[in-house]
């Protein structure tokens, strides 16, 4: 079992930057790869990021690579998302999760608002 708390969400410009962060508490972070996803009004919800549990195999959605990074600090129990170059596009309420499987979303967190105005 592993708790998930997002943070680091807000309201910025075209153009600005962000880093969210997910503290995860429980044992085993290190073993769970994660993903950071993401709903926008209307529309369903996709996935942004995944990182694998050492950190050695990361993907990021055609939308957003060149300008988000995901990495984790598995001595702090946390993983982000480093996002710029923001578009009003971006935004979107962002959620991470932990899976047991590199691709899997087995726990989620509760989601932070992006919104970037243009």
């Known amino acids: 079992q592993v708790q998930l708390v997002e943070s680091g969400g807000g309201l910025v410009q075209a153009g600005d930057s962000l880093r969210l962060s997910c503290a995860a508490s429980g044992r085993g972070f290190s073993n769970f790869a994660m993903a950071w996803f993401r709903q926008a009004p209307g529309k369903e919800r996709e996935v942004v990021a995944r990182i694998s549990s050492g950190g050695g195999t990361t993907y990021l959605t055609d939308s957003v690579k060149g300008r988000f990074t995901i990495s984790r600090d598995n001595a702090k129990n946390m993983v982000y998302l480093q996002m710029n170059s923001l578009k009003p596009e971006d935004t979107a309420v962002y959620y991470c999760?932990?899976?047991?499987?590199?691709?899997?979303?087995?726990?989620w967190g509760q989601g932070t608002q992006v919104t970037v105005s243009s």
């Open positions: 999760t932990a899976g047991l499987f590199y691709g899997s979303y087995d726990y």
